[in-house]
């Protein structure tokens, strides 16, 4: 996924533009943009989206951030919308894998109870908004097979620390933060999963959204979480692969699909490719944001 637009929870307006901005998924949020007097109506209108919603590709992927699991808000977020069946669930100040299997199970209780199969609901985590979700970061690998995207965020994790700013007087971020973003990208290929970039909260400076987004796809992370509908065809822009680069990784993985399982390493316009360049090649297919019935050997599940 490219672009993942946040959306205030308790807004039904915003949720209406939302879904004509062209993310690739909206993020309801029931935790920091919706007051504690707020989040029962929040949790009513987010269910009540979700379960209305156009859902069969392009339409975005939906993803709930809910409340921390400190904060014992959250089986009340669950118990209102995994009945609503969104893709994901977001965990905000992830602390460790064990957070992660924690939500697992809490969510397989309730797809349970609303009859969905169990896995359907998969799990995003913010893993450095808290100094010890940072330190635990090689933790969140193989702990839930739900887990398909790590992301960071700069704002708590400076309220977590004491630390008066994330930036320095150019802009740049501190070297705390740096390293916040390298462990995500570290923690989620290590994980398997998608690396997702932070918001940039000046949402009307889109020429340095163009900058930041430019760094994020030159490093690895395959999408950015937006907060304003403006910066979506800014992210969309830059996360999107050239169409070359597009028509190759379809080739190589048509190449791997009609090779079978067994195939380890194949030839391509007279060039080695092995196993390292169908995963790049998958990553490029996810980053087109294409229809994922329309490729070979990709689990639609995984697409986009
Ligand atoms: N999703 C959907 N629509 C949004 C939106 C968002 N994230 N942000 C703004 N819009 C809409 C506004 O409602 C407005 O539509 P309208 O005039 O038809 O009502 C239009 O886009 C233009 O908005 P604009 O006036 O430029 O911004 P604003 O001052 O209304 O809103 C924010 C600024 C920051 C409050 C708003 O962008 C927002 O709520 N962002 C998400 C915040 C969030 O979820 N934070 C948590 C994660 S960090
Ligand atoms: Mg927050």
């Known amino acids: ?89 977001l965990l905000p100040k992830a602390g460790s ?22 896995g359907t609901v998969r799990i995003h985590a913010l893993m450095t908004e808290t100094a010890g979700g940072l330190l635990q970061a090689g933790t969140f690998a193989g702990k839930s097979g739900r887990l398909s995207a790590l992301a960071w965020g700069a704002e708590d994790l400076a309220a977590d620390i004491g630390a008066t700013s994330n930036k320095d007087e150019t802009g740049r971020y501190t070297d705390v933060f ?30 340095a959204l163009t900058s930041e987004c430019q760094a994020a796809v030159r490093d690895g992370f395959s999408g950015k979480m937006a907060i304003h509908p403006g910066q979506v065809p800014v992210i969309n822009a830059a996360f999107t692969p050239d169409p070359q680069d597009v028509e190759r990784a379809i080739k190589i993985m048509a190449l791997f699909a009609a090779a079978g399982p067994e195939a380890g390493v194949l030839s391509l316009d007279g060039k080695m490719i092995d196993r390292p360049h169908l995963r790049q090649a998958e990553r490029t297919v996810r980053r087109a944001g294409l229809d994922p019935a329309a490729l070979p050997a990709m689990d639609a599940g995984d697409a986009t």
């Open 178 to 207: 740096r390293l916040a973003r390298s462990m995500t990208l570290l923690a989620a290929a290590h994980s398997g999963v998608e690396a997702v970039d932070t918001v940039f909260t000046d949402f009307r400076n889109l020429e």
């Open 1 to 89: 996924m490219r672009s993942l637009l946040f959306v205030p929870g308790d807004s039904p307006r915003k949720m209406e533009k939302a879904a004509g901005s062209g993310a690739d998924a909206l993020i309801l949020d029931l935790e920091d943009s919706v007051s504690l007097s707020r989040k029962t109506e929040a949790r009513e209108i987010v269910a009540a989206y979700v379960a209305g919603a156009e859902r069969a590709f392009p339409a975005p992927r939906l993803i709930v951030r809910v409340n921390a699991l400190d904060t014992g808000l959250t089986d009340d977020d669950l118990a209102a919308v995994i009945k609503a069946r969104p893709d994901a669930v």
């Open 97 to 118: 894998g064990a957070d992660i299997q924690d939500l697992g199970a809490r969510i397989a209780v309730e797809e349970a109870e609303a009859g969905l199969d169990e």
